[in-house]
T-cell receptor, first 115, second 111 residues
Framework: KAGVTQTPRYLIKTRGQQVTLSCSPI?????VSWYQQTPGQGLQFLFE???????NKGNFPGRFSGRQFSNSRSEMNVSTLELGDSALYLC??????????????FGPGTRLTVT | DQQVKQNSPSLSVQEGRISILNCDYT??????FLWYKKYPAEGPTFLIS?????DKNEDGRFTVFLNKSAKHLSLHIVPSQPGDSAVYFC??????????FGTGTRLQVFP
């Protein structure tokens, strides 16, 4: 089975722009979660989508949004980028929603740099 | 407020010796804990977990110990190998099923 894929792997944007990141889960997985990793904060949960519905949401401003398509692929969007949004964005997929974290598989991440 | 803390950003251990990575938590409601390993340019991978009904869980060279009264857990790697060099995160799900991660400890195993 192919693993979780994320595109693009690297991205450079300017303050004020918006960005869309994509995540393709493992085939058959219906849950996709997004995390932001920064050096001082570790991984922080952004949101989880399951069967096209947002099931859970972390404490991030409304500039961060996401969606999931019928094929379980997910996108996250960040509008009006700020320098502090520079981070590694990771997505993780699983075949259930919540709870089975030991069966959650991460992608390699998208490294976003905001200048 | 960091509910899961890894106070040592880095650890250096000689090959063959024991590596001990520590993690503290503040939320006494946490009842399940996980350790992840992350190599550069890869996503984290699940390593080992422990439920709060246990105080120890072992999987090969990896053992996790949980001290509920101290709100502390530790990951022991014996013997350490160069391939264990990575960043290790501890994590716990909160009561809304959000996974709360620590800030990570970078382990370097040298020959």
């Amino acid at each position: 089975k192919a693993g979780v894929t994320q595109t693009p792997r690297y991205l450079i944007k300017t303050r004020g722009q918006q960005v869309t990141l994509s995540c393709s889960p493992i085939s058959g997985h219906r849950s996709v979660s997004w995390y932001q990793q920064t050096p001082g904060q570790g991984l922080q949960f952004l949101f989880e989508y399951f069967s096209e519905t947002q099931r859970n949401k972390g404490n991030f401003p409304g500039r961060f949004s996401g969606r999931q398509f019928s094929n379980s692929r997910s996108e996250m969007n960040v509008s009006t980028l700020e320098l502090g949004d520079s981070a590694l964005y990771l997505c993780a997929s699983s075949d259930t929603s919540g709870g089975a974290f030991n069966e959650q598989y991460f992608g390699p991440g998208t490294r976003l740099t905001v200048t | 407020d960091q509910q899961v803390k890894q106070n040592s950003p880095s650890l250096s251990v000689q090959e063959g010796r024991i590596s001990i990575l520590n993690c503290d938590y503040t939320n006494s409601m946490f009842d399940y804990f996980l350790w992840y390993k992350k190599y550069p340019a890869e996503g984290p991978t699940f390593l080992i977990s422990i439920s709060s009904i246990k105080d120890k869980n072992e999987d090969g060279r990896f053992t996790v110990f949980l001290n509920k009264s101290a709100k502390h857990l530790s990951l022991h790697i014996v013997p350490s190998q160069p391939g264990d060099s990575a960043v290790y995160f501890c994590a716990a799900p909160d009561n809304t099923d959000k996974l709360i991660f620590g800030t990570g400890t970078r382990l370097q195993v040298f020959p």
